[in-house]
């Protein structure tokens, strides 16, 4: 009796086990589920954050190596003074080498459009982006640059991206300075063609590059073939881009040279004219009419965002290169008209330039005395011929210094280096404007002195 009770609780035990097994066992594998559920979302979330480590570790790797890249807050509109980060300095930073960025006329103009057009396109040029006043710059830009037509875009480098990969494509060649600005680099990219760089501004070595590739001057073609070379070897389509002025060296393409090897071997020539306009040639058109060479160079690319101080870029050539490129050019297809404020602002750029050099005079002016008294104090300005003025620092992390303690002073003026220049090539990019005057730039001067001496810089 005893033992029959003693074995009373298990037998009820079993029972209640057996009975109720199953909904322990779906509640035991529930929670091992949401278990493993929630293991392998904090997994996942690791593994994430472990993918982006190297984020990290390159931002490390640049600021050890004096490389790491410090943006500035302006405060106010661009001038020869300017607020930044809140301390008033003489600005020799930026691109604004005729005033206008903060021109009286640009800016009514602007605010005009916005009452009629209002504050934004909603739309890419193809669809219902373009008004009237983008016709009317682009007629205003065409007579300006002395071609047939342009074709605005959002910006130049833009530009760049539409034109390239709609000229050459896969099994073309484009020729390329090698230290052409980074949108022609990225456009060459898209366009999968053959890249071959030559040495910059050498002429020689561009014309070594082409005969290399094996296209003899005025080649024949094949009857009926397409582009088909008198043999097996089809022709190709050959492209040589170069800038107009260089932005880090401040030197200027040789475009007559260029032109002649290209009219030896058919190939299309271009430039992007970005620090030409405003600067080189009659009232400031380029580096076409610098050389007068109109109806010479194929393609002309141009920006807003310098000299005209806005924001947009350009195509300026012959009208079938315009109609092609309003169905072949990407940017212009599938991103959004730039605002008539924006238009507007550049229409009164442009026609200020048609009507009058003067701020173009006063910018070679001011040009020529600095470089003169950067000079005399002993800093090597490298090959430059333009506003744009590279001194030579060489280590990154000197130069970084270098401008700090520009900054420190009240001067504005800013290091550049990897990957913007080669390695070991650092500098201050100096970059001056008509809305300087001589006492600024004399004030820069004695600050760079005393600064390269303390260096040991000069």
């Known amino acids: 009796?005893?033992?029959?009770?003693?074995?009373?609780?298990?037998?009820?035990?079993?029972?209640?086990?057996?009975?109720?097994?199953?909904?322990?066992?779906?509640?035991?594998?529930?929670?091992?589920?949401?278990?493993?559920?929630?293991?392998?979302?904090?997994?996942?979330?690791?593994?994430?954050?472990?993918?982006?480590?190297?984020?990290?570790?390159?931002?490390?790797?640049?600021?050890?190596?004096?490389?790491?890249?410090?943006?500035?807050?302006?405060?106010?509109?661009?001038?020869?003074?300017?607020?930044?980060?809140?301390?008033?300095?003489?600005?020799?930073?930026?691109?604004?080498?005729?005033?206008?960025?903060?021109n009286l006329q640009l800016k009514s103009a602007a605010q005009k459009a916005i009452e009629v057009f209002g504050v934004g396109p909603a739309a890419v040029r193809t669809i219902a982006g373009t008004t009237t006043l983008h016709k009317e710059l682009e007629q205003k830009l065409a007579i300006f640059k002395g071609v047939e037509s342009a074709l605005s875009f959002q910006s130049g480098f833009c530009a760049n991206l539409a034109v390239i990969p709609a000229i050459v494509g896969e099994g073309d060649v484009i020729f390329s300075d090698e230290l052409n600005h980074a949108s022609i680099i990225d456009g060459a990219r898209l366009s999968k063609a053959k890249i071959v760089r030559y040495k910059h501004c050498n002429p020689r070595d561009l014309q070594a590059k082409i005969s290399g590739e094996n296209n003899p001057p005025n080649p024949p073609l094949v009857k009926g073939g397409e582009g088909g070379l008198s043999g097996e070897k089809k022709v190709k389509r050959l492209l040589i881009i170069t800038d107009g002025v260089f932005s880090m060296e401040g030197d200027i393409a040789p475009l007559p040279e260029i032109v002649d090897i290209a009219e030896k071997f058919e190939a299309i020539t271009m430039v992007d004219d970005a620090h030409g306009e405003g600067v080189l040639g009659r009232g400031g058109r380029g580096i076409v009419d610098h050389f007068g060479l109109h109806g010479k160079v194929d393609i002309e690319v141009g920006t807003m965002s310098k000299a005209f101080g806005v924001v947009g870029g350009y195509i300026a050539g012959s009208k079938r290169l315009t109609d092609y490129l309003t169905q072949k050019g990407r940017p212009f297809l599938f991103s959004s008209a730039v605002t008539a404020a924006d238009v507007a602002a550049c229409i009164v750029a442009v026609d200020t330039l048609i009507a009058s050099d003067g701020m173009v005079k006063q910018l070679w002016g001011n040009t020529t005395f600095f470089h003169e008294k950067m000079r005399q104090a002993g800093f090597n300005l490298g090959k430059t011929k333009t506003p744009i003025t590279p001194v030579t620092i060489g280590d990154a992390r000197t130069a970084?210094?270098?401008?700090?303690?520009?900054?420190?002073?009240?001067?504005?003026?800013?290091?550049?280096?990897?990957?913007?220049?080669?390695?070991?090539?650092?500098?201050?990019?100096?970059?001056?404007?008509?809305?300087?005057?001589?006492?600024?730039?004399?004030?820069?001067?004695?600050?760079?002195?005393?600064?390269?001496?303390?260096?040991?810089?000069?």
């Open 1 to 102: 009796m005893i033992g029959a009770r003693s074995a009373m609780p298990l037998r009820c035990a079993l029972l209640f086990f057996h009975k109720y097994s199953p909904f322990f066992l779906k509640t035991f594998l529930f929670v091992s589920v949401k278990i493993c559920d929630n293991s392998r979302l904090k997994l996942k979330r690791y593994i994430v954050m472990d993918k982006l480590d190297f984020i990290t570790e390159e931002l490390s790797k640049l600021k050890e190596s004096g490389l790491l890249i410090n943006i500035r807050t302006i405060e106010g509109p661009q001038g020869a003074w300017i607020m930044v980060d809140g301390k008033k300095v003489l600005n020799l930073c930026s691109n604004n080498y005729l005033g206008f960025a903060n």
């Open 400 to 458: 970084k210094e270098f401008s700090q303690r520009l900054f420190e002073e009240g001067v504005f003026a800013q290091a550049i280096g990897y990957p913007t220049v080669p390695m070991g090539r650092a500098r201050i990019r100096v970059m001056l404007s008509a809305t300087h005057s001589k006492e600024d730039l004399v004030r820069a001067t004695e600050y760079f002195e005393k600064i390269g001496k303390s260096l040991k810089i000069i």
